[in-house]
Nanobody
Framework: QVQLVESGGGSVEVVGSLKLSCAASEISPYTSSKCKMAWYLQAPGKEREFVSGFDRDGNTSYADSVKGRFTISKDKDKKEVYLQMNSLKPEDTASYYC??????????????WGQGTQVTVSS
C-alpha cells in the first residue's frame, strides 16, 4: 500500500510559522499517483477535522479557520505534500495528519493515514 510519514511539527509561539511535510512511500502495485491528498487536524478530546486538501483535478480547498494562513502544496517528483502554516494561533494546536484517499477505481476508495505530527502554539 501507500505509507505516509508526516514531519515538521513542533512548538512555536503565536503568529509564528511551521511547514509540515508528508512523504509517501509506495509498495507495489500501489502508487501515490492514485492518491487524493489532504491534511486533517485533531485537537485533544475532539473529532478529527479537515484542514486542507486537493481534489482530483489538483484544485485546493481549505477550512474556513485556516484560509489565508495555511497553504497546501505538493511535489510529485518527491511524492511529498506540504502544509505551510503562517500566523499560527493557539487554537491551531493539534496533531496534524496526512491522508491519502486511494482510488482503486472511480468509485472504490480507501483512506490511508499517516501517524500524525504534533503542533503546539503557545501565546
Amino acid at each position: 500500500q501507500v505509507q505516509l510519514v508526516e514531519s515538521g511539527g513542533g512548538s512555536v509561539e503565536v503568529v509564528g510559522s511551521l511547514k509540515l511535510s508528508c512523504a509517501a512511500s509506495e509498495i507495489s502495485p500501489y502508487t501515490s499517483s492514485k492518491c487524493k491528498m489532504a491534511w486533517y487536524l485533531q485537537a485533544p478530546g475532539k473529532e478529527r477535522e479537515f484542514v486542507s486538501g486537493f481534489d482530483r483535478d489538483g484544485n485546493t480547498s481549505y477550512a474556513d479557520s485556516v484560509k489565508g494562513r495555511f497553504t497546501i502544496s505538493k511535489d510529485k517528483d518527491k511524492k511529498e505534500v506540504y502544509l505551510q502554516m503562517n500566523s499560527l494561533k493557539p487554537e491551531d494546536t493539534a496533531s496534524y495528519y496526512c491522508k491519502c484517499t486511494y482510488f482503486f477505481s472511480r468509485y472504490t476508495t480507501r483512506d490511508i493515514w499517516g501517524q500524525g505530527t504534533q503542533v503546539t502554539v503557545s501565546s
